[in-house]
Nanobody, 122 residues
Framework: QVQLVESGGDLVQAGGSLTLTCAAS????????MGWYRQAPGLQRELVAD???????NYADSVKERFTISRDNAKNTMYLQMNSLKFEDAAVYYC????????????????WGRGTQVTVSS
């Protein structure tokens, strides 16, 4: 199984910036799509952004023009650059990865990280 570890969550002032990192580890796998979800207290988990293996991106309307998702396939790492942070961006951010094993590429699996907390203050 692919293990994902998020980092970079912190307390930041409104209007500030933060970069989240999601590092994947494991063996004999190929990562396909990756992405970020977030969940604020009392709310459902929502998609923030995702990125395909060849770099095509998709964003939630609420973060367009402020957040940038990217990945380094050589390092099996994904990033989320967050600018102009708002109070409503505060949440636990989870990364996911869709992956398949090299010797069985027809089967795809999904792995989740444990989340990293982003807090936005005034």
């Amino acid at each position: 199984q692919v293990q994902l570890v998020e980092s970079g969550g912190d307390l930041v002032q409104a209007g500030g910036s933060l970069t989240l990192t999601c590092a994947a580890s494991g063996s004999t796998y190929k990562i396909n799509d990756m992405g970020w979800y977030r969940q604020a207290p009392g709310l459902q988990r929502e998609l923030v952004a995702d990125i395909t293996a060849d770099g095509r991106t998709n964003y939630a309307d609420s973060v367009k023009e402020r957040f940038t998702i990217s990945r380094d396939n050589a390092k099996n790492t994904m990033y989320l650059q967050m600018n102009s942070l708002k109070f409503e961006d505060a949440a636990v951010y989870y990364c996911y990865a869709d992956y398949s094993y090299v010797d069985s590429p027809w089967a795809e699996y999904k792995s989740w990280g444990r989340g990293t907390q982003v807090t936005v203050s005034s």
